[in-house]
């Protein structure tokens, strides 16, 4: 071989040599990628798992949080301004009622997995747009240095009595897991009732921004009893304020069949034409296993698990151990903007 195609060989060789690792490169998988998800769990328990999330797969998790107070309101009504463009990809709600509403709008895409039927026909959609886990119930929280046990409250209508007045306390019913409890009453009660009983609790108990900040003035010494949820409750439990959980109309001569303890689960669902539906899907997966679960109900937010494969022992009273009372959430999401009509106009000037 002459020099010429020496030089030539050696040219291609060269070429060949530079080449390859651009030809791997394209074979290689891509990058993890990002999953976009809108959240009203508060971000101290929500945080850690995205974290753990991100290190087992690496799709980095980038969350949307808001306030404590309006959270869930202000995530939905960005989801739903967003539908054209949508960026969420998954919505986490600490609550049931404005899931079912999104799902009503069309807003929600169906997703069938394994670890979504595990959970109980009650808390999960048919069609598979929603998911319900992780539940809180809702009590009343005593001062127990201020109130002596024979007077403790024993229903969530005892935040009407006027012996209480100004010394107990109730998150505005608008937003969060209040506004479900009050969506559930109206739904359970008729509208009469539900109206009456919401009118004689603006006019007798302190209205407040969120369930943490009921759950603070009773601890305090603010109020001597109020409305709120185990996780908030169990905060004030477990730094040893004087406080103690009742869990409301437990008593057989109690008015009415359908009163008892709600109990909201958390919900998951997809949000339909988001921008990363794969990662999305893997997010929601990781956050129904029995580990994540788990870890909610292990946690300073003592959730109640759903998925009966979740092993952790809850710290607070279950369906199982106390009455619940029975809620039609799909039939309460249907009643919400007739029933919100009325309780802006009861708490139009309230917290």
């Given at each position: 071989?002459?020099?010429?195609?020496?030089?030539?060989?050696?040219?291609?060789?060269?070429?060949?040599?530079?080449?390859?690792?651009?030809?791997?490169?394209?074979?290689?998988p891509?990058?993890p990628?990002?999953?976009?998800v809108?959240?009203?769990?508060?971000?101290?328990?929500?945080?850690p798992?995205?974290?753990?999330?991100?290190r087992?797969t690496?799709?980095?998790?980038?969350?949307k949080?808001?306030?404590?107070?309006?959270?869930?309101?202000?995530?939905?009504?960005?989801?739903?301004?967003?539908?054209?463009?949508?960026?969420?990809d998954?919505?986490?709600?600490n609550?049931?009622?404005?899931?079912l509403?999104?799902e009503?709008?069309?807003?929600?895409?169906?997703?069938?997995?394994?670890t979504?039927?595990?959970y109980?026909?009650?808390?999960?959609?048919?069609?598979?747009?929603?998911?319900?886990?992780?539940?809180?119930?809702?009590?009343?929280?005593?001062?127990t240095?201020?109130?002596?046990?024979?007077r403790?409250?024993?229903?969530?209508?005892?935040?009407?009595?006027?012996?209480?007045?100004?010394?107990?306390g109730?998150?505005?019913?608008?937003?969060?897991?209040?506004?479900?409890?009050?969506?559930?009453?109206?739904?359970?009660w008729g509208?009469?009732?539900?109206?009456?009983?919401?009118?004689?609790?603006?006019?007798?108990?302190r209205?407040m921004?969120?369930n943490?900040?009921?759950s603070?003035a009773?601890?305090?010494?603010?109020?001597l009893?109020?409305?709120?949820?185990?996780?908030?409750?169990?905060?004030?439990?477990?730094?040893?304020?004087?406080?103690?959980?009742?869990?409301p109309?437990?008593?057989?001569?109690?008015e009415?069949?359908?009163?008892?303890?709600?109990f909201?689960?958390?919900?998951?669902?997809?949000?339909?034409?988001?921008?990363?539906?794969a990662?999305?899907?893997?997010l929601?997966?990781?956050?129904?296993?029995?580990?994540?679960?788990?870890?909610?109900v292990?946690?300073p937010?003592?959730?109640?698990?759903?998925?009966?494969?979740t092993?952790?022992?809850p710290?607070?009273?279950?369906?199982?151990?106390?009455r619940?009372?029975?809620?039609?959430?799909?039939?309460?999401?249907?009643g919400?903007?007739?029933?919100?009509?009325?309780?802006?106009?009861?708490?139009?000037?309230?917290?």
């Amino acid at each position: 071989m002459d020099s010429f195609g020496r030089k030539r060989v050696s040219g291609l060789l060269w070429i060949v040599l530079c080449a390859a690792p651009l030809v791997l490169l394209g074979c290689s998988p891509p990058p993890p990628g990002e999953v976009v998800v809108y959240t009203a769990l508060d971000q101290e328990f929500s945080e850690p798992i995205f974290e753990a999330f991100t290190r087992r797969t690496g799709v980095e998790v980038k969350p949307k949080y808001d306030t404590e107070s309006t959270k869930t309101l202000n995530l939905v009504s960005a989801i739903l301004a967003e539908s054209e463009r949508p960026r969420c990809d998954l919505f986490w709600n600490n609550e049931l009622l404005h899931t079912l509403r999104l799902e009503r709008q069309g807003a929600l895409r169906a997703y069938q997995s394994p670890t979504t039927a595990a959970y109980p026909a009650e808390y999960r959609s048919a069609e598979g747009e929603w998911c319900g886990f992780a539940a809180r119930a809702r009590v009343l929280l005593v001062n127990t240095q201020l109130l002596a046990e024979a007077r403790w409250p024993d229903s969530i209508e005892d935040l009407t009595d006027p012996q209480w007045r100004d010394r107990c306390g109730i998150a505005k019913p608008l937003f969060g897991t209040t506004a479900t409890h009050a969506a559930c009453l109206y739904q359970a009660w008729g509208k009469e009732r539900a109206t009456r009983f919401f009118e004689d609790v603006q006019r007798n108990c302190r209205v407040m921004s969120g369930n943490r900040q009921v759950s603070k003035a009773v601890a305090s010494g603010q109020l001597l009893f109020g409305l709120t949820d185990t996780d908030d409750a169990m905060l004030e439990v477990e730094a040893g304020s004087p406080v103690k959980i009742v869990y409301p109309d437990q008593g057989a001569d109690q008015e009415g069949e359908e009163l008892g303890a709600l109990f909201i689960p958390n919900s998951l669902c997809l949000i339909k034409g988001s921008p990363n539906p794969a990662a999305a899907e893997q997010l929601m997966e990781f956050l129904l296993s029995p580990m994540v679960e788990g870890r909610l109900v292990d946690g300073p937010g003592a959730q109640i698990p759903l998925n009966p494969a979740t092993e952790a022992k809850p710290r607070v009273e279950t369906p199982d151990s106390v009455r619940a009372m029975p809620a039609d959430f799909a039939e309460a999401a249907a009643g919400w903007d007739a029933a919100a009509e009325e309780l802006k106009r009861i708490f139009a000037t309230a917290g």
